[in-house]
């Protein structure tokens, strides 16, 4: 396994890893206007994501059927959308700032439950480095080094929020610091193992890569409408929700335009 696929793997990681580690110099729980705002820029950073980073390259790679090129790319995009929809159905999970518990009926802990909230849409972000990077490895011409270097590094961006956002309000609730921040680091642990086991499924992703990249992308977005969109947009002035979701969108198009 070459550096840079050891690097693109466990970036995303690290981000989490960062984010969790607020805990030890931060004090409190995160400001509610804080939270929308860093929920906000990693809502805007996964949908930019999804759409240069995996969309377009999805569409790219299926333009020898001309007029149905978007073929493989709607496929793909509503299997990851549903794919995820059974996800949520079936993990017991707690959003931030809910009460009612999502899923099949399970005596969890409340930090549990969260854990895994974030836990599930860490997986197709895992997923969809995993297909980047086995698109580059066997040569794919609409897949550059670059790229899936950018693709790591925006969700290591919107990873270090999330980490922070299970950290922090574990600690506030009374949760010791080397236990929440415990919690916030492996909420991230399923990325890497996603894009392992993604990678090592590379014989069979390969001829199939169009799909997979959409399938990642519809997996995404229905993470951001379902979940982080309504989070960055609860409450009064949730217009900072919104200025951030840009702000990730942003930063995250512009590092794809860059290093891609």
């Given at each position: 396994m070459t550096a840079g696929v050891i690097q693109g793997i466990f970036l995303p990681f690290l981000g989490t890893v960062l984010?969790?580690?607020c805990v030890f110099v931060m004090r409190g729980a995160l400001h509610t206007g804080v939270q929308r705002a860093l929920t906000g820029f990693a809502a805007g950073v996964m949908v930019a994501a999804s759409v240069w980073s995996l969309l377009v390259p999805a569409m790219e790679q299926a333009s020898n059927m001309g007029k149905f090129a978007f073929v493989p790319a709607v496929a793909g995009f509503w299997l990851g959308v549903l794919f995820l929809l059974l996800l949520d159905r079936v993990i017991p999970h707690l959003h931030q700032n809910s009460s009612e518990p999502e899923g099949l009926p399970a005596r969890l802990k409340r930090t549990t439950m969260l854990v895994f909230a974030v836990t599930l849409h860490n997986i197709p972000e895992g997923m969809a480095v995993?297909?980047?990077l086995a698109g580059w490895l066997a040569g794919n011409e609409t897949v550059t080094a670059a790229g899936a270097l950018a693709l790591s590094i925006g969700i290591a961006v919107q990873n270090f929020p999330e980490g922070a956002i299970i950290s922090m309000p574990l600690r506030?609730?009374?949760?010791?610091k080397g236990k929440a921040f415990l919690y916030g680091t492996l909420s991230g642990v399923v990325e890497p193992l996603a894009a392992l086991l993604t990678l090592c499924a590379s014989g069979w992703i390969l001829p199939a890569l169009p799909y997979l990249l959409s399938f990642a992308a519809g997996a995404m977005i229905y993470v951001v409408v379902e979940e982080l969109i309504p989070e960055a947009s609860a409450g009064a002035h949730?217009?900072?929700?919104?200025?951030f979701f840009a702000a990730g969108f942003a930063v995250m198009m512009a590092l794809d335009v860059a290093l891609g």
């Open positions: 984010g969790a580690a995993g297909v980047v506030s609730e009374g949760v010791g949730s217009n900072l929700g919104t200025l």
